[in-house]
């Protein structure tokens, strides 16, 4: 049977067993926080410039005409060139935070431009009549219209720049990363540490999504 | 000082909403725009408030600060009635106003049971009063309204009505309305507007 052969396909035993281990191990735990924190650097990197590139794109029509072909190009260039280019030019290290970075921009500058533009101009005249602040329209307006644009584009973003950047620590190999843990597993042909490793990033991806986008819904409401 | 407009000229492709339109609005007095649907009340409302330009002519005297009802409510939909209004009360001015003042504005209509509830959980005619307490507590020095009693029972558009014009004493106020009962007991003034063609009443 495949599931006895512990080199093809473990028994869900042997990964738990393994998972145990690694919960149990100090050092896994600074693994994880290693990738964690730069895994989540590069998301909220990516989404705050993100979300000032929409913000400008939205204001003024020239920033988007000269945003759109990086935008354009980021959106489409596979990951692993990416990933490659960059191991030129930066050091192993700093990789995952720039790979998360680059996932996380397009998806969410284009979900929140688009909620911009969608925006209700009936609403946005009425400001101007009222001569209401720029703050208020901020609050009032504009984050009502783009708050579930940038909750969905959140959602999607987090699971990728998860995925993008341990791929990027499996390239690259930093030391002490959870990248450089698969690395390991692959190289000696330890399918229980390639289970138990991605069960860990499954549920850090999952906890840190669950959190975060509660937080933003707390953020993005408490005005109402 | 009275709102003058001079020889208006507007239209929307062939069609001309407006030729050679002069009106004087009087400063301090509630004029009445009525006239049948599709004769250019909202357009020339729209063009009073700046929201929209005329092709040609000339409008003097409209006041920088404006307030209004508009054809739809315009409300913020996921916020309370009292923070719809609070929006608009400037910060700016030296008038500053209160949460308890907003909330006895919107009770005096009968509001006082969804204060603070998101005012798309309101009706209509809940809606419409929102937007016409937003308008009187802006405190602007001309207020437009376009058919602000719409969608009211007659009880309450008593009571909103007496509201409205306690409120806007001495105020520059352009109304729309189609009903000429609104009109007496509203406006000192009224223009009938039909195809482009004015005439006092």
Redesign the interface.
């Given at each position: 049977m495949l599931v006895n052969n512990q080199l093809l396909l473990v028994t869900p035993f042997i990964v738990l067993k393994k998972l145990a281990v690694l919960l149990l191990d100090t050092g896994a735990w600074g693994v994880a926080a290693f990738s964690v924190l730069r895994i989540a650097a590069g998301f909220l990197l990516g989404l705050f410039t993100a979300i000032v590139f929409a913000a400008l794109a939205g204001r003024f029509r020239l920033a988007e005409v000269v945003l759109w072909p990086y935008i354009s190009i980021i959106k489409s260039t596979p990951i692993a060139s990416f990933i490659i280019l960059c191991l030129i030019w930066l050091d192993a290290r700093s990789l995952s935070v720039f790979i998360a970075f680059l996932i996380v921009l397009p998806v969410v500058y284009t979900n929140v431009l688009q909620g911009i533009k969608t925006t209700d101009s009936?609403?946005l005249?009425?400001a101007?009549?009222?001569?209401?602040?720029w703050w208020?329209r901020l609050r009032?307006?504009y984050v009502?219209q783009i708050s579930p644009y940038l909750i969905s584009a959140c959602s999607v973003s987090i699971g990728m720049s998860w995925k993008a950047g341990i791929a990027a620590e499996v390239i690259g190999i930093p030391a002490g990363s959870i990248g450089e843990k698969l690395y390991e597993a692959k190289v000696y042909f330890s399918s229980g540490d390639l289970f138990a490793w991605t069960v860990i990033i499954i549920m850090i991806s999952i906890l840190f999504e669950k959190l975060f986008i509660s937080g933003l819904k707390i953020f993005l409401?408490k005005?109402? | 000082m009275d709102i003058e407009i001079k020889n208006l000229y507007k239209s929307f492709g062939d069609q001309v909403v407006f030729q050679n339109f002069s009106a004087k609005l009087k400063k301090g007095q509630v004029t009445c725009l009525m006239g049948p649907s599709g004769a250019g009340k909202t357009t020339l409302l729209n063009i009073l408030m700046g929201l929209m330009q005329p092709d040609s002519g000339e409008i003097v005297g409209v006041p920088a600060k404006k307030s209004a009802v508009f054809q739809e409510e315009r409300l913020c939909e996921s916020f309370s009635a009292v923070a719809n209004v609070r929006l608009v009360c400037s910060k700016k001015t030296s008038y500053k106003i209160s949460n308890k003042i907003i909330e006895d504005h919107l009770s005096e209509i009968g509001l006082d049971d969804s204060l603070y509830k998101p005012v798309r959980e309101l009706s209509g005619g809940m809606r419409r009063r929102v937007s016409i307490v937003r308008a009187v507590l802006a405190d602007r020095d001309v207020l437009f309204l376009d058919e602000p009693f719409k969608g009211l029972d007659e009880a309450t558009k008593k009571t909103v009505m007496e509201y409205t014009k306690t409120n806007t004493q001495n105020k520059t106020v352009v109304m729309i309305t189609h009903d000429p009962d609104e009109a007496k007991a509203m406006c000192q003034e009224a223009i009938y507007i039909k195809k482009g063609e004015t005439a006092n009443v």
């Open positions: 009936k609403l005249e009425m101007w009549l009222f001569e209401v602040t208020r009032y307006i009502p409401g005005g109402e | -």
